[in-house]
């Protein structure tokens, strides 16, 4: 898995595999729960799609039935584990009605699923030619996809469908660009002064630094 593979993967979602998720049913989430304990366990170079069928109890040929490569399932489990991190995050927020309070959720509920996801970790550990170019100097196409993601939200949260400034809209898209690097470094470099072992350290340093970037300059 290159870091071009990773990052397309992430930003250039195939629609099948994408349906497949849509319409998952017992065997697929069987599947995918198998994949990730696989590169969990042996790394993801070293597996097989015939590993993952050994782990989750099936035959090959059901496995390839809905997953006709291991490129097929990479994607499907990275989209996978994309979309609990997203409903986690929206689950965060949903309890708050101040956009600082719920950056404040957010980041800390980021902090916390990127520094303890057990898949993240395991393949910084065995496979960080991949995985590091993909999130440092290759990180492009995610960083593009997740400062967008941020500043339609903001955009919504803060100003509803009124129009804005080009000014304004810059100004919010430099603070999400900002917001997602720092939490990329955070997760890369956890060694730091800032207090971030608990949620509530987290809370606190998104609302008194990152919070007040949205204001307006």
């Known amino acids: 898995m290159t870091e071009d ?15 497949l998720l849509d319409d998952a049913d017992q065997i697929t989430e069987r599947i995918l729960a198998a994949a990730i304990e696989q590169m969990r366990v042996a790394g993801w ?6 590993d993952v069928a050994k782990r989750a109890g099936l035959g090959r040929a059901t496995v390839y039935r809905r997953f006709p490569s291991k490129a097929a399932l990479t994607e499907a489990v990275l989209h996978s584990e994309f979309r609990n991190y997203l409903a986690g995050s929206t689950a965060a927020v949903a309890r708050r009605t101040d956009i600082a309070d719920r950056m404040a959720e957010s980041t800390a509920y980021t902090v916390e699923y990127l520094r303890n996801h057990p898949l993240v970790r395991r393949l910084l550990e065995t496979e960080p030619d991949a995985i590091l170019p993909a999130l440092t100097t290759d990180a492009g196409l995610l960083l593009e996809a997740f400062r967008e993601f941020c500043l339609a939200l903001w955009k919504r949260e803060l100003y509803g469908d009124a129009p804005i400034s080009a000014d ?11 917001h997602i690097r720092i939490t990329l470094s955070l997760m890369l470099t956890p060694q730091t002064v ?3 072992d608990t949620a509530e350290q987290a809370r606190a340093f998104a609302r ?5 970037m949205l204001e307006r300059d």
């Open 45 to 50: 170079r070293r597996s097989t799609v015939e």
């Open 168 to 178: 304004r809209e810059q100004h919010l898209r430099t603070v999400a660009e900002l």
């Open 5 to 19: 593979t990773l990052l397309s993967k992430l930003t250039a979602p195939d629609a099948a595999v994408l349906r």
């Open 194 to 196: 800032i207090e971030l």
């Open 208 to 212: 008194r630094y990152l919070a007040p």
